[in-house]
C-alpha cells in the first residue's frame, strides 16, 4: 500500500533539539543551554508585553512598520530594506526556501550553526560543509567549496558554538570571491555582545551588495527569545523575494510591540551587555585556569573543551554539572562531542559553574 512521502531530504532531519531546562539536583537549576540573556527581557519590554492582553483578537500588522522604523532609525538602514520574522531561524529557513531546491547546494563552515544544514535539508537542496582552521570559518576553505550549485554561503559571526568569528577584511575578502549570484548571508545574532574592533556584522555589505544578507535576533542581547523576533536586511530584490514567502503575519503583536520596547531600552541593553563584557573574561580565565582549554568568544557562552578520557571527558562533565543543577549544552549535534557550550549566566551561576568543574577537574565528585 503506497502512503505519503515527504520531499527527499526531509527525513535526513534530526530535528534540532534545543537546550535542555532542568537537571537533576536540588539546588536552583542555572540553564546555561541556549546562550539566553540573564538579565531578561527590558522591564519596558514586559509592560509593551502585558499591556496587549487584551488585544489578542486583533492580527498584529503584517508590515512591522513601527518595529522596523525604530532598527532603520538604530543602525541607519532604510526601513524598506527590513524584513521582519519569527525569530531569526524562521529568516534562515525563509530564504534557502525561495534561493535553494533540489540539486543545488548550501554552503557553511563545519561548526557553523545547525539550522543552516537542516534549512538547506527542508528544502530540498545539499547542504555542504567547508572545514574550519582553529574552530574558526576559513575564507579559503569556503571559497573552494563553492561549485555552480552554491545557491547561499551561511557565516555566524561571532558563531555558535565556537565563539569564533571573522574580522570585516575577511568578510569583505569572502564577499569577493563569491560569484554574484551566490547570496552570502552574514547571521549575526550575537553582535552586540561583539567588541573586538575588527568585528563587522555584515551591515555595510548587505547595505552597498546586491546579493548580501546581514540577520539579527531579540532572542540575546534583548531577552525576548519566547516571543520569537529576528529580522534581517538586505537589497531590495531580496527583500521583496522574502515579502513574498513569509507569511502575511509572520511576527506577532506582542513581539513587535515588546521589540520596540527594548530596542528604545537603550540603558537595559547596556546593562546586559555590560555583564556579559564582565563575566565572559572572568569565566574563560576561571575555566582556563582549571587547565580546561576555552575558545576565545565573542558571543554570550564559552565553548569548553575536555580531554578525550573516559570519566573525565566532556560527557562526565555535563553528568557533574547536571548533578549540581548547571545545565550547559552538548555539543554532538555539532561534531564536537568533546566540547560543553556554557552560556554566561547571572554572577552566581558562572561562579557556580567555575567552582563545579574545579571540582570536577580536581576529581570531587558531585555532593
Ligand atoms: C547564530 C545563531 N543564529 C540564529 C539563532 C536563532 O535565533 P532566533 O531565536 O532569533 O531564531 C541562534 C540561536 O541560538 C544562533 O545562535
Redo the contacts with the bound molecule.
Keep these: 500500500m503506497s502512503s505519503p512521502r515527504p520531499r527527499p531530504g526531509i527525513l535526513e532531519i534530526t530535528p534540532y533539539v534545543g537546550g535542555k531546562a532542568g537537571g537533576a539536583g536540588s539546588r536552583p537549576i542555572a540553564k546555561l543551554s ?2 539566553e540573556s540573564p538579565l531578561g527581557p527590558s522591564p519596558k519590554a514586559i509592560a509593551a508585553y502585558r499591556e496587549l492582553a487584551g488585544e489578542l483578537h486583533r492580527y498584529p500588522d503584517g508590515h512591522c512598520a513601527l518595529l522596523r522604523q525604530a532598527i532603520g532609525r538604530r543602525h541607519n538602514l532604510d526601513p524598506a530594506a527590513i524584513v521582519c ?8 529557513g525563509l530564504l534557502v526556501r525561495a534561493y535553494a531546491g533540489p540539486g543545488d547546494e548550501v554552503l557553511y563552515s563545519r561548526h ?2 545547525l ?1 543552516y544544514p537542516l534549512a538547506a535539508l527542508a528544502a530540498g537542496a545539499h547542504p555542504l560543509a567547508a572545514p574550519e582552521r582553529s574552530l574558526t570559518a576559513d575564507v579559503d576553505a569556503l571559497l573552494a567549496h563553492v561549485t555552480s550549485r552554491t545557491r547561499l554561503v551561511f557565516l ?1 559571526n561571532p ?3 565556537t565563539g569564533s568569528y571573522l574580522p570585516a577584511a575577511e568578510l569583505q575578502r569572502l564577499r569577493a570571491g563569491l560569484p554574484a549570484d551566490v547570496i552570502l548571508v552574514i ?1 549575526a ?2 553582535a552586540e555582545y561583539a567588541n573586538a574592533p575588527d568585528y563587522d556584522s555584515g551591515l555595510e555589505l548587505a547595505r552597498a551588495t546586491s546579493n548580501t544578507v546581514t ?1 539579527r ?4 542581547l534583548h531577552g525576548l ?1 519566547a516571543l ?3 529580522w534581517m536586511s538586505a537589497a531590495p530584490a531580496i527583500v521583496d523575494v522574502m515579502n513574498r514567502v513569509r507569511g502575511p503575519f509572520n511576527v506577532s503583536l506582542p513581539a513587535q510591540a515588546a521589540g520596540l520596547a527594548a530596542l528604545e531600552d537603550v540603558d537595559h541593553a547596556e546593562r546586559a551587555r555590560s555583564h556579559n563584557a564582565t563575566w565572559l573574561p572572568w569565566l574563560s580565565e576561571q575555566l582556563a585556569g582549571l587547565g580546561l582549554r576555552v575558545h576565545p568568544s565573542l ?1 554570550n557562552f564559552v565553548l569548553v573543551e575536555f580531554a578525550a578520557v573516559p570519566g573525565r571527558d566532556a560527557h562526565a562533565a555535563n553528568a557533574h554539572l547536571e548533578a549540581m543543577g548547571i545545565v550547559p549544552r552538548q555539543m554532538d549535534a555539532y561534531g564536537l562531542p568533546h566540547c560543553l557550550r556554557i552560556s554566561i549566566g547571572l554572577a552566581e551561576e558562572n561562579r557556580r559553574v567555575a567552582e563545579a568543574l574545579g571540582d570536577f577537574v580536581a576529581g570531587r565528585g558531585a555532593a
Design positions: 541556549s546562550n520574522g519569527a525569530g531569526s531561524d524562521e529568516l534562515i557553523g550553526f539550522m555566524a558563531n555558535n558554538p547571521d545574532a550575537y540577520m535576533t531579540f532572542s540575546k527569545a520569537r523576533l529576528g558571543g
